[in-house]
């Protein structure tokens, strides 16, 4: 679904291991791949998160856009040398972008599409019933082509009237002249991957960061404690301060472990082995557990605890595994750019800390700790507390240092007024947009499935003009009997319509009683806590029709062709209806409602 027909089939991250694979991967290496490479980003990423501690003070009620649009900011620069141009609040290759990674994480749900599990479903037309997903693939390639295009379509012209910033696009692009078209699209795609594949998770990071604050108060003032001791009152942490912030680095470890980013990730096998005494053929999908590796209590005692002095030699335990072992992924499929991600965080967490005391809000001298959903997708966003604080002191020398880069702060332990308080009706910060149908599972469900249960409902009655002409034309040849076979050749028209008309009600009976349990499990929203119920109401419904069918289609066979022409091979037949409606009851029910 998501490759062949949404158009990622040239991304970073669909490409089989191969000549492309590793191009792309050579493009990042050559760039950002070292910590050496990252130095001349730097001044981006410090000017950005300056703005971002400006934009939080000044509206700390929007964190979770000022979160998404700083990560956007700093990733467009590097990528394209590309700044934000906010219109109304609002930028258009950023919203393009970011609905692009919607769809993605929709769209690359492992078993959310049939398409992916019975491929030849690709070739059906878009307007053949329950083929939406050949339109939503569509419109989706379109909206990722215009995500390609655009922001490589603005460099080229930058570079065209020379005043092209530096940015990984423009680098790989120096010697145009002597590239290939292959090559071209390659960086074209490479560029693209940069941005798709570091917003979203930045993004969940930070978030993750913020959640975990809010819960792990000790935590937060360690880190503050070290931050005030190596840099002081009278500047912002700048990357050069890192190597001297051991606890501020573990607080990177930690903020991955603690909030798994991607806790599945989808692989394939090139060639067959054996693992652990069992056999794996070759092109065999693989799901590594992240969220369990990174959670597993054998190698993180109390996981659920936000603790990063597990990575800090001499702190009374053995160091535990780094988790960007595995939150990057593994061997030759690692994120190519962990080293941005890594000073992204760094930036973020360190300003973040060295400005801001971050709390829960209190009401009525009680905090209310923040609850949090995780919103369904590839990437694992937290949806943002419902209450969750930002609380400093020094609120207007803040605001004037910030605009030169500086602050001058000092950590309010007192204050009860928190600047994020608690929103009833706002969408909660972090989620996906609740109008977007692309960008949640759980708001696609209804009305969107209630097409696309009626397209599969549509089935039933083609299923039974299949089947009646199939009747029609093996009964004579099968029972040999001149009386059957008369009948049915002078009244094959009529038998038709009637087998039609039969299957057709119960088509519609079924399409009813299917709608309204949906509707009933929507109301109580048991569709979102309990995805197997899907299987047991389709099970149910295809049961009472096997129970159903048979005997009625026995009962019309006889009043038809006479009781004293049948044979076993008339209730064989009835069978068949009974179990194909059974099969297509099943799929209408488990992917009409569930996708």
Same mark, same amino acid.
């Given at each position: 679904?998501?490759?062949?027909?949404?158009?990622?089939?040239?991304?970073?991250?669909?490409?089989?291991?191969?000549?492309?694979?590793?191009?792309?991967?050579?493009?990042?290496?050559?760039?950002?791949?070292?910590?050496?490479?990252?130095?001349?980003?730097?001044?981006?990423?410090?000017?950005?998160?300056?703005?971002?501690?400006?934009?939080?003070?000044?509206?700390?009620?929007?964190?979770?856009?000022?979160?998404?649009?700083?990560?956007?900011?700093?990733?467009?620069?590097?990528?394209?040398?590309?700044?934000?141009?906010?219109?109304?609040?609002?930028?258009?290759?950023?919203?393009?972008?970011?609905?692009?990674?919607?769809?993605?994480?929709?769209?690359?749900?492992?078993?959310?599409?049939?398409?992916?599990?019975?491929?030849?479903?690709?070739?059906?037309?878009?307007?053949?019933?329950?083929?939406?997903?050949?339109?939503?693939?569509?419109?989706?390639?379109?909206?990722?082509?215009?995500?390609?295009?655009?922001?490589?379509?603005?460099?080229?012209?930058?570079?065209?009237?020379?005043?092209?910033?530096?940015?990984?696009?423009?680098?790989?692009?120096?010697?145009?002249?002597?590239?290939?078209?292959?090559?071209?699209?390659?960086?074209?795609?490479?560029?693209?991957?940069?941005?798709?594949?570091?917003?979203?998770?930045?993004?969940?990071?930070?978030?993750?960061?913020?959640?975990?604050?809010?819960?792990?108060?000790?935590?937060?003032?360690?880190?503050?404690?070290?931050?005030?001791?190596?840099?002081?009152?009278?500047?912002?942490?700048?990357?050069?301060?890192?190597?001297?912030?051991?606890?501020?680095?573990?607080?990177?470890?930690?903020?991955?472990?603690?909030?798994?980013?991607?806790?599945? #990730? /989808? +692989? *394939? @096998?090139?060639?067959?082995?054996? &693992? =652990?005494?069992?056999?794996?053929?070759?092109? %065999?999908?693989?799901?590594?557990?992240?969220?369990?590796?990174?959670?597993?209590?054998?190698?993180?005692?109390?996981?659920?605890?936000?603790?990063?002095?597990?990575?800090?030699?001499?702190?009374?335990?053995?160091?535990?595994?780094?988790?960007?072992?595995?939150?990057?992924?593994?061997?030759?499929?690692?994120?190519?750019?962990?080293?941005?991600?890594?000073?992204?965080?760094?930036?973020?967490?360190?300003?973040?800390?060295?400005?801001?005391?971050?709390?829960?809000?209190?009401?009525?001298?009680?905090?209310?700790?923040?609850?949090?959903?995780?919103?369904?997708?590839?990437?694992?966003?937290?949806?943002?507390?419902?209450?969750?604080? #930002? /609380? +400093? *002191? @020094?609120?207007?020398?803040?605001? &004037? =240092?910030?605009?030169?880069?500086?602050?001058? %702060?000092?950590?309010?332990?007192?204050?009860?007024?928190?600047?994020?308080?608690?929103?009833?009706?706002?969408?909660?910060?972090?989620?996906?947009?609740?109008?977007?149908?692309?960008?949640?599972?759980?708001?696609?469900?209804?009305?969107?499935?209630?097409?696309?249960?009626?397209?599969?409902?549509?089935?039933?009655?083609?299923?039974?003009?299949?089947?009646?002409?199939?009747?029609?034309?093996?009964?004579?040849?099968?029972?040999?009997?001149?009386?059957?076979?008369?009948?049915?050749?002078?009244?094959?028209?009529?038998?038709?319509?009637?087998?039609?008309?039969?299957?057709?009600?119960?088509?519609?009976?079924?399409?009813?009683?299917?709608?309204?349990?949906?509707?009933?499990?929507?109301?109580?929203?048991?569709?979102?806590?309990?995805?197997?119920?899907?299987?047991?109401?389709?099970?149910?419904?295809?049961?009472?029709?096997?129970?159903?069918?048979?005997?009625?289609?026995?009962?019309?066979?006889?009043?038809?062709?006479?009781?004293?022409?049948?044979?076993?091979?008339?209730?064989?037949?009835?069978?068949?209806?009974?179990?194909?409606?059974?099969?297509?009851?099943?799929?209408?029910?488990?992917?009409?409602?569930?996708?």
């Amino acid at each position: 679904m998501i490759g062949e027909l949404a158009g990622w089939r040239d991304a970073l991250v669909m490409l089989r291991y191969g000549s492309k694979l590793k191009e792309q991967r050579r493009y990042f290496h050559q760039l950002i791949g070292t910590k050496g490479s990252m130095d001349k980003f730097h001044p981006i990423e410090e000017y950005e998160t300056a703005k971002f501690l400006q934009k939080v003070a000044a509206k700390p009620e929007d964190l979770s856009a000022h979160i998404r649009r700083t990560t956007g900011a700093i990733i467009l620069r590097i990528a394209y040398g590309y700044e934000l141009k906010y219109v109304d609040g609002r930028d258009p290759l950023l919203d393009i972008v970011d609905e692009v990674m919607g769809q993605f994480s929709v769209g690359s749900l492992p078993g959310a599409w049939l398409v992916d599990a019975m491929p030849i479903l690709r070739h059906v037309p878009e307007w053949f019933p329950g083929a939406n997903f050949k339109k939503l693939a569509r419109e989706w390639k379109q909206c990722l082509n215009n995500a390609i295009e655009m922001p490589y379509n603005f460099t080229k012209q930058q570079m065209a009237d020379g005043i092209a910033p530096p940015s990984f696009l423009s680098n790989l692009l120096a010697n145009e002249s002597s590239l290939t078209a292959d090559e071209v699209k390659n960086i074209k795609w490479a560029a693209g991957a940069l941005y798709t594949g570091g917003t979203d998770t930045t993004v969940s990071a930070i978030y993750s960061f913020f959640l975990a604050m809010t819960r792990f108060p000790e935590v937060q003032r360690k880190a503050q404690a070290e931050i005030d001791a190596v840099v002081g009152n009278d500047r912002l942490p700048s990357f050069s301060d890192k190597p001297n912030l051991p606890y501020c680095d573990a607080m990177i470890q930690e903020v991955l472990r603690w909030g798994v980013v991607v806790p599945l #990730v /989808v +692989h *394939s @096998t090139e060639e067959e082995d054996w &693992h =652990d005494g069992k056999y794996i053929p070759a092109n %065999t999908l693989v799901i590594p557990n992240i969220w369990w590796m990174l959670r597993d209590p054998e190698r993180y005692p109390e996981p659920e605890k936000f603790d990063p002095e597990r990575y800090i030699a001499g702190s009374g335990e053995a160091v535990q595994a780094d988790p960007r072992s595995f939150a990057f992924g593994f061997g030759r499929r690692i994120c190519p750019g962990l080293n941005l991600a890594d000073a992204s965080l760094f930036i973020s967490i360190a300003r973040s800390l060295a400005v801001f005391d971050i709390k829960p809000v209190v009401e009525n001298g009680i905090e209310v700790l923040p609850e949090v959903e995780i919103v369904p997708g590839t990437i694992c966003i937290e949806m943002e507390p419902t209450a969750a604080g #930002v /609380v +400093h *002191s @020094t609120f207007s020398l803040y605001h &004037h =240092d910030v605009e030169n880069s500086t602050t001058s %702060t000092v950590h309010s332990d007192s204050s009860d007024a928190p600047l994020i308080r608690k929103r009833e009706d706002h969408d909660f910060a972090g989620s996906l947009p609740s109008k977007d149908p692309n960008r949640s599972l759980r708001n696609v469900r209804w009305p969107y499935s209630l097409s696309k249960t009626l397209s599969f409902a549509s089935l039933v009655p083609l299923s039974s003009v299949a089947i009646s002409i199939f009747m029609l034309i093996g009964i004579p040849i099968f029972v040999h009997a001149d009386v059957t076979k008369k009948y049915i050749t002078a009244n094959w028209l009529h038998l038709l319509a009637i087998t039609t008309a039969a299957g057709a009600a119960g088509g519609a009976i079924w399409a009813v009683l299917a709608l309204a349990i949906m509707w009933l499990l929507h109301l109580t929203q048991e569709i979102e806590k309990k995805p197997s119920l899907l299987w047991g109401v389709g099970c149910f419904l295809g049961f009472l029709d096997v129970l159903v069918a048979p005997p009625i289609g026995v009962e019309i066979l006889i009043k038809l062709f006479r009781a004293e022409t049948l044979d076993a091979l008339t209730a064989t037949y009835s069978s068949v209806i009974g179990f194909v409606i059974f099969s297509i009851v099943v799929i209408c029910i488990f992917f009409g409602l569930g996708n």
